[in-house]
C-alpha cells in the first residue's frame, strides 16, 4: 500500500504572487506581503489576526498599519506627528465613545457620528449661520462678536485631526426624564482629546465663549467650524450649497456636511419662539491650545 505524500502549506507556487520574483516560491510568511494586505483590513479584523499567532501579533501591531487603518476610515490626509500610537487613536474614533458618555450622561439622549476632518492653521470660524459668503468681522472681544453677529474667530486652534459629532441633549435648566430633548450641539474635538490625562481626571473643562438669541421664529437650527485658512475653498462653497444636503421642508431629522476642512450641520425646525445659542470651547490647561469647540442650540 502506497502512502500518501503530504505537502507543506507553508508554501506554494502560485502565478497570484508572480509579481514578487518570475519562477519564485512564495512564503506566506513575508512580512511586507502582508503588510500589503492589512491594507484591506478593518479594525476587528486586524485585531482577530494579531491573536492568531506570535508572528502575525508583531506584523499587525506595527504602527504603520494602524496609521494607514486610521487615515482610510477617517478619510483624512496624514496630519503629521501625533503624540499617541496610531492604535490608540483608531481605538477612540472607532470604538463608539463620544463626550457625553465621560461627562454629563445624564442629560444625554442620542447622537450621531458626522465625520473627520483637519485643521492646517491654527484658527477656527465659529458660525450659526451657513448662508454665504461668510464674513470675519472684527470686534473688541469674541463675546461681543457672537452676541452681535453670530460668528467668531477662535485661536490656538491645535491643529491636525478632529473627529466631529452631533448631540441630542436634554435642555441645561430642566431635571425632568420625560424632557423631549430641546438643545442640539455640533460637537467636535481633536482625534486625541480622550487619551489625555487632563481629560480624562476632568481638569479640562469647557468654557462659554460666548451666545446669541434669535428672539423670533427660526427655520432651521444650524452651526459650522471651518479652518480659516481653507474658509474661500471649494470645499466651503459646498457646504454653503443647501439645497444639496439640508432636509426638505417637514424634514426634521438633523442634516450634516463635512468636506476635508469644515463641517456643519443643520436640522428643520416646527414653529418656534427662537433659538438660544451658545459656543464652548476646552483648552488644554488653562493656557493650552483649544482642543474641543461645541455650538448648541436651544429652543426658546
Not at 15 to 33: G, K, M, N, Q, T
Not at 128 to 135: H, V
Amino acid at each position: 500500500m502506497r502512502t500518501r505524500r503530504t505537502k507543506k502549506i507553508c508554501c506554494c507556487v502560485s502565478p497570484i504572487f508572480s509579481f514578487l520574483a518570475p519562477h519564485s516560491i512564495f512564503s506566506w510568511y513575508e512580512d511586507d506581503v502582508w503588510t500589503e494586505i492589512a491594507k484591506f483590513l478593518d479594525g476587528i479584523s486586524l485585531v482577530m489576526l494579531a491573536t492568531t499567532c506570535k508572528w502575525f501579533h508583531r506584523i499587525m501591531m506595527e504602527d504603520s498599519v494602524w496609521k494607514y487603518a486610521c487615515l482610510r476610515d477617517l478619510q483624512v490626509p496624514d496630519p503629521g506627528k501625533v503624540a499617541f500610537k496610531w492604535i490608540k487613536l483608531y481605538a477612540t474614533a472607532f470604538d463608539g465613545c463620544h463626550s457625553y458618555m465621560f461627562r454629563q450622561q445624564e442629560k444625554h439622549i442620542d447622537w450621531m457620528r458626522i465625520g473627520a476632518f483637519l485643521f492646517d492653521s491654527h484658527s477656527a470660524f465659529l458660525t450659526e449661520s451657513l448662508i454665504g459668503p461668510l464674513k470675519v468681522l472684527k470686534e473688541d472681544t469674541i463675546e461681543k462678536m457672537l452676541e452681535l453677529k453670530g460668528c467668531c474667530v477662535l485661536n490656538n486652534i491645535k491643529t491636525g485631526i478632529w473627529i466631529a459629532d452631533i448631540q441630542l441633549v436634554r435642555c441645561p435648566v430642566c431635571d425632568l426624564n420625560t424632557c423631549d430633548g430641546t438643545m442640539q450641539t455640533l460637537d467636535a474635538r481633536h482625534i486625541e482629546l480622550f487619551l489625555n490625562e487632563g481629560y480624562q481626571d476632568g481638569s479640562w473643562d469647557y468654557e462659554t465663549l460666548g451666545s446669541q438669541d434669535i428672539n423670533k421664529h427660526a427655520d432651521g437650527a444650524s452651526g459650522g467650524i471651518f479652518d480659516m485658512k481653507h474658509l474661500k475653498d471649494q470645499s466651503t462653497s459646498d457646504i454653503l450649497d443647501l439645497k444639496s444636503w439640508v432636509g426638505k421642508q417637514k424634514d426634521w431629522q438633523p442634516k450634516a456636511r463635512i468636506t476635508l476642512h469644515a463641517v456643519a450641520v443643520k436640522t428643520n425646525l416646527q414653529e418656534n419662539e427662537g433659538l438660544h445659542i451658545k459656543y464652548h470651547a476646552m483648552k488644554a490647561g488653562k493656557d493650552g491650545e483649544v482642543v474641543s469647540i461645541r455650538i448648541s442650540q436651544q429652543l426658546l
